[in-house]
């Protein structure tokens, strides 16, 4: 699928698939930027992330799907949403056949996001308290 192994940026990732596939990452590069807007996009692993905070969310595409990668404390937390598709310790898979769950993705990357404020919170408290 994709010819270039080592893209910079997600823009270059995205360009290198099908433009069925493009349309899949698009429609969840969009959503992650609309629930975590101020989340840094890079690359990571060969695949688009997100952090705020630490590191938020990975996807990427696949033969056959797309992989989203939000951690196992968010699958966990989804599990119920997400038991329609194949899961493992810390992603989902996305069948290309058919359409992305946009609405519970946008709710798994709040999730995400709430959780990395609330665990940067908690680490800048045991800060100021060993000083």
């Given at each position: 699928?994709?010819?270039?192994?080592?893209?910079?940026?997600?823009?270059?990732?995205?360009?290198?698939?099908?433009?069925?596939?493009?349309?899949k990452l698009i429609d969840m590069r969009v959503t992650i930027k609309k629930a975590?807007?101020?989340?840094?996009?890079?690359?990571?692993?060969?695949?688009?992330?997100?952090?705020?905070?630490?590191?938020?969310?990975?996807?990427?595409?696949?033969?056959?799907?797309?992989?989203?990668?939000?951690?196992?404390?968010?699958?966990?937390?989804?599990?119920?949403?997400?038991?329609?598709?194949?899961?493992?310790?810390?992603?989902?898979?996305?069948?290309?056949?058919?359409?992305?769950?946009?609405?519970?993705?946008?709710?798994?990357?709040?999730?995400?996001?709430?959780?990395?404020?609330?665990?940067?919170?908690?680490?800048?408290?045991?800060?100021?308290?060993?000083?």
């Open positions: 699928m994709n010819t270039d192994n080592n893209p910079k940026t997600i823009d270059e990732y995205i360009a290198g698939f099908p433009a069925d596939v493009r349309k975590a807007p101020g989340a840094e996009e890079k690359i990571s692993y060969r695949m688009p992330a997100y952090s705020l905070k630490g590191m938020l969310v990975y996807f990427a595409a696949h033969t056959n799907h797309l992989g989203f990668y939000p951690f196992s404390s968010a699958l966990k937390e989804f599990r119920n949403e997400l038991s329609a598709f194949r899961t493992s310790k810390g992603g989902v898979q996305f069948p290309y056949k058919d359409p992305l769950p946009l609405n519970l993705i946008q709710k798994i990357i709040e999730f995400r996001v709430k959780e990395n404020l609330l665990k940067a919170e908690a680490k800048l408290v045991k800060k100021k308290k060993g000083k």
